[in-house]
């Protein structure tokens, strides 16, 4: 876009040449931007869109500006930096638009610290965390989250690990500065576009933060094994499943609800178990075991209700 700001003798911006380059911003971020790449929301502000580093991208070649910088490095002791960046902006033909400054420090806690290694807990997470919105308290509370555990496949219930000072603070010198440019970057389209109505800068830069997201849809829960083994159990081979569960209980003395993984392994090879010994047994005898009418090994229907948790 090489459309020039249109004056009056007084140095006022015309009106129209306001209106139009509202437009275009409008028909950049409707037609080119896109939504998650060149903005995007901030957390607990849905109405409020913010500007990323390649919107702001997008802005300068639409306007044809050029960009210079300008950093100021303070040292803050223990190794740890600041630094203070300014952008400045230039209009098409070269002369001073604004500037927009940011600055980053090593003492911000992303880069301040490093977290322990995670420790799963062997717990399963309960179907009651997915269908109550993730909420924490399901899960332990603070320092518990809800993490897939590489070794198992499975999601289970883990313990963060405490913060440590990062021992190397150097390795995110260039990262720091690199932020400190782009929020000085960002808040330079932002005046030299007059667009701050439109986008807000994001402080706290959480959108482009990679995030450990669980799955969009719950996973299926670890006790499903079992479940699994005990409708086996009864439509296969006729075993009651109270039966069943009585047998399991002898070997596993707690409640479904605190299961491990290895607990519900188990309990599933014991029910698969009882069914080998009685199918064994009725082939040698030629028996036959009767449920509610029904012969061993015809089907017998499993209803929800008929496996109590």
């Not at 610290?113 to 899960?139: A, S």
């Not at 518990?144 to 990062?166: C, F, L, S, Y």
């Amino acid at each position: 876009m090489t459309e020039e700001m249109t004056i009056y003798g007084n140095g006022l911006v015309r009106v129209d040449a306001i209106k139009g380059r509202v437009q275009a911003i409008q028909h950049c971020m409707r037609d080119v931007m896109k939504d998650g790449t060149h903005y995007g929301k901030i957390k607990g502000c849905k109405d409020e869109n913010v500007l990323l580093k390649p919107g702001a991208e997008l802005l300068r070649v639409m306007f044809q500006f050029g960009t210079s910088f300008e950093v100021d490095i303070k040292d803050m002791g223990g190794g740890h930096r600041e630094y203070v960046a300014t952008c400045h902006v230039l209009n098409p033909d070269g002369t001073m638009c604004c500037d927009g400054m940011g600055s980053c420090s090593t003492m911000e806690s992303k880069y301040r610290y490093r977290t322990g290694p995670t420790e799963f807990t062997g717990k399963p997470v309960p179907k009651e965390y997915w269908d109550n919105g993730r909420d924490q308290k399901l899960i332990g509370g603070k320092g518990h989250v809800a993490k897939k555990n590489p070794d198992t496949g499975m999601w289970e219930i883990a313990r963060q690990g405490q913060k440590v000072d990062n021992p190397d603070i150097a390795d995110v010198y260039n990262t720091v500065l690199k932020m400190a440019k782009k929020r000085a970057f960002v808040d330079g389209m932002l005046a030299a576009t007059g667009a701050s109505d439109m986008f807000v800068q994001d402080l706290d830069d959480d959108l482009e933060q990679p995030q450990d997201q669980p799955p969009d849809q719950p996973p299926p829960a670890p006790l499903d094994m079992y479940k699994e083994a005990l409708t086996r159990a009864k439509r296969e081979r006729g075993i009651q499943i109270p039966d069943a569960m009585a047998e399991v209980a002898k070997h596993i003395s707690k409640p479904q609800s605190e299961y491990t993984q290895a607990d519900v392994v188990e309990a599933s090879a014991i029910v698969d178990s009882m069914e080998a010994a009685l199918v064994t047994a009725n082939s040698r005898a030629g028996e036959t075991t009767e449920d509610d009418g029904n012969v061993s090994g015809a089907a017998s229907e499993v209803l929800d209700e008929d496996i109590p948790f």
